[in-house]
């Protein structure tokens, strides 16, 4: 294998291709970054103990998360502004998504428009329809809302990500520091059409509740995932007003600071919900291990959102097809060890709290 042989790696070779502005962007989390870190060092606090001699079988990372069968328990989480990493932008992730045969989070903020993102996604198959789902902040302005819902749909989105955890935007002190808080002249996002496609225009309201999740469960039939929650009592109004799974998530640390890890909350929201709807997680997923982890806390899947980006900066969609195929060797490896074949199959008692640390 040439080049970088690990998602570490291939952060280390895209973050020495950025500048600092874009670099911090993309790296950066809320005021101290304690959850950044958190995120990731938490993986490594839980260990795996495994099951011998199962005779399990060769592992098939497949799974099925909201009736789609995708080849591996990893989705890309939405993340803003593919052009900062690549010029190709969101069109090389949708095609090495589409690829890779995974669902694409695309974001509502991303640099290219839903159609064409769909668009590119197609022409890597001409079988099946690529999964994408869509990425929203739910707008006071419902119907600017519902537009954007409407245009996702007839895009062939299959489902619908709402943010719940930004009520207000986190504090990114190395964007202050950058001066970064626009996107440079020649950039925009067309999904913003109505809002001239300029970023300011977006409004994030503490104003948004409940209400509006159930105005979008009359708006539309799509599934809808609720993204941001940390809390267990969260998970169950989720279900209760009609979603139809889970995400659990920080935001990759860069809303809330000093939250807990989103795989420390895993299992209290995978036993709040009881089964009544699918839990995804995200934040800090670098390895197959942690994949292996978060499958057996209770997730259906992850998501991952800074590997991606940073595939992308490091070699356009070859590196984000990179970081996937790098993720799906790693997980088909971790189950293997673990006496595992199937990723559905993985229970709980494989994660222990590491005591001799
Ligand atoms: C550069 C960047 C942009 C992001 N943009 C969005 C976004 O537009 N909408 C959203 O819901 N989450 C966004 N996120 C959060 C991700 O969806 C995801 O929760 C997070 O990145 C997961 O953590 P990880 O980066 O450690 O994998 C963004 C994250 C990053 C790093
Ligand atoms: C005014 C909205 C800015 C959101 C930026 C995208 C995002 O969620 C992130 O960078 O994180």
Same mark, same amino acid.
């Given at each position: 294998m040439t080049g970088p042989v690990n998602l570490r790696e291939v952060e280390q070779a895209a973050r020495a291709l950025l500048d600092r502005v874009r670099d911090d962007y993309f790296a950066g989390g809320a005021q101290d970054e304690v959850t950044v870190r958190g995120n990731e060092s938490a993986f490594a606090r839980l260990a795996?103990? &495994?099951r011998v001699l199962t005779g399990a079988g060769d592992p098939s990372p497949e799974v099925t998360v909201l009736g789609e069968r995708v080849s591996m328990p990893v989705l890309l989480a939405p993340t803003a502004f593919h052009e900062l990493a690549h010029p190709e932008g969101e069109r090389a992730t949708a095609r090495a998504a589409a690829a890779a045969g995974t669902?694409?989070? *695309? @974001?509502?903020?991303s640099t290219v428009a839903i159609e064409d993102i769909a668009a590119e996604a197609r022409k890597v198959s001409s079988e099946h329809e690529?999964?994408?789902?869509?990425?929203?902040?739910?707008? &006071?302005d419902l119907g600017f809302t519902e537009a954007i819902v409407r245009r996702a749909e007839a895009a062939?989105?299959?489902?619908l990500v709402v943010t719940a955890d930004s009520p207000a935007l986190g504090r990114h002190e190395r964007n202050d520091r950058n001066d970064f808080h626009d996107l440079p002249p020649g950039m925009n996002c067309p999904n913003l059409r109505e809002q001239a496609g300029e970023v300011r225009n977006v409004v994030l309201s503490p104003e948004i509740s409940w209400r509006h999740l159930e105005w979008l469960r009359?708006?539309? *039939?799509? &599934?809808?995932?609720?993204?941001?929650?940390?809390?267990?009592d969260d998970a169950r109004l989720a279900a209760d007003h009609g979603a139809d799974g889970v995400i659990v998530s920080n935001h990759g640390g860069r809303q809330l600071d000093t939250t807990p890890p989103s795989i420390r909350l895993l299992p209290r929201i995978a036993d709040a919900v009881e089964g009544r709807v699918p839990v995804l997680l995200d934040g800090g997923v670098r390895r197959g291990t942690d994949v292996v982890k978060a499958l @057996?806390?209770? @997730?259906? @899947?992850?998501?991952?959102g800074r590997p991606v980006v940073w595939?992308?900066?490091y070699d356009g969609e070859a590196?984000?097809?990179k970081v996937l195929d790098l993720l799906r060797r790693e997980i088909v490896n971790a189950l293997a060890l673990c006496g595992y074949a199937d990723p559905a199959a993985v229970r709980r008692d494989l994660v222990e709290e590491v005591s001799w640390r």
């Open positions: 795996l103990l &495994p669902i694409l989070i *695309s @974001a509502m903020l690529p999964p994408i789902w869509f990425q929203l902040y739910l707008q &006071p062939g989105c299959r489902a009359e708006t539309t *039939s799509l &599934p809808i995932l609720v993204k941001g929650v940390l809390h267990p @057996a806390l209770g @997730a259906r @899947a992850v998501a991952i595939g992308l900066a590196g984000v097809t």
